[in-house]
Antibody, heavy 121, light 107 residues
C-alpha cells in the first residue's frame, strides 16, 4: 500500500543541524510534489517546505527560509529535510506529505506518521 | 494569506450537524482550499480539496463549500469517529498556510 515513513528525528542542541528522511513506497514517487509540515507540541499545523516532482523548484515557509533545505532522490524514493541553525521553536513533529500533483499547488493526500525533533540544550 | 477558523471549539452530540468556518485574509481561488481531519496521535487526513471535492474514501456526510474569502466544512450527522480537530489549508499561494484548527468535541 502507499506509505511514507519518516526518520532522523531526535534531540539536538540549539544551533546544531539535523537531517530528516522520508521513504516512499507503493506509488510513483517521481511524479509527486512532496512537502514537509510540522506540528509543535499541542499546537496546530505549520507548512514548512515543498519540492517539485523533479526537484526543479523549492519553496519554504517564512520561519525556516534560509535555514532549512528540502531535497529528494527519486532513484531512492526518498525525501530529505536538512535543518540547520536549529532553534527551540523548531521543536515539533515533522510530517512528510505527498501533493496530489507534480508541483506545489496541490492538497496533501498522503501523510507519514511523523518524526519528533526536539531542540534543547 | 492568513486563515482564521471559527469557532475554536464546537461541542455537539452524535447525530447533530457541524458547521465549521474558514476565513481567508484575501480572496482565494476556490480550487486552492482544503480541509483535513486530525485525531490525537495521528497524522492529518485529507477530507476535502478544491473547496468542495471529497477525497477518496471520504463519506458523503462531509461536504465543503464557499468561495472568495469564506469557506465552510459541514458534517451533516456527526458519527462518533468524527470527533477530532479540523484544519483548513490554502495551497495556491506561497507560503501555503493552515488555519489554527477547530476542535469538534462530544457534548
Amino acid at each position: 500500500q502507499m506509505q511514507l515513513v519518516e526518520s532522523g528525528g531526535g534531540v539536538v542542541q540549539p544551533g546544531r543541524s539535523l537531517r530528516l528522511s522520508c521513504e516512499a513506497s507503493g506509488f510513483t514517487f517521481s511524479r509527486s510534489g512532496m512537502h514537509w509540515v510540522r506540528q509543535a507540541p499541542g499546537k496546530g499545523l505549520e507548512w514548512v517546505a515543498v519540492i517539485w516532482y523533479d526537484g526543479s523548484h523549492e519553496d519554504y515557509g517564512d520561519s525556516v527560509k534560509g535555514r532549512f533545505t528540502v531535497s529528494r532522490d527519486n532513484s531512492k524514493k526518498t525525501l530529505f529535510l536538512q535543518m540547520n541553525s536549529l532553534r527551540g521553536e523548531d521543536t515539533a513533529v515533522y510530517y512528510c506529505a505527498r501533493g496530489l500533483g507534480t508541483g506545489s499547488s496541490y492538497p496533501l493526500d498522503l501523510w507519514g506518521q511523523g518524526t519528533l525533533v526536539t531542540v534543547s540544550s | 494569506i492568513v486563515l482564521t477558523q471559527s469557532p475554536g471549539t464546537l461541542s455537539l452530540s452524535p447525530g447533530e450537524r457541524a458547521t465549521l468556518s474558514c476565513r481567508a485574509s484575501r480572496s482565494l481561488s476556490s480550487t486552492d482550499l482544503a480541509w483535513y481531519q486530525q485525531k490525537p496521535g495521528q497524522a492529518p487526513k485529507l477530507l476535502i480539496y478544491a473547496a468542495s471535492s471529497r477525497a477518496t474514501g471520504i463519506p458523503d456526510r462531509f461536504s465543503g463549500s464557499g468561495s472568495g474569502t469564506d469557506f465552510t466544512l459541514t458534517i451533516s450527522r456527526l458519527e462518533p469517529e468524527d470527533f477530532a480537530v479540523y484544519y483548513c489549508q490554502q495551497y495556491g499561494n506561497s507560503p501555503r498556510t493552515f488555519g489554527q484548527g477547530t476542535k469538534v468535541e462530544i457534548k
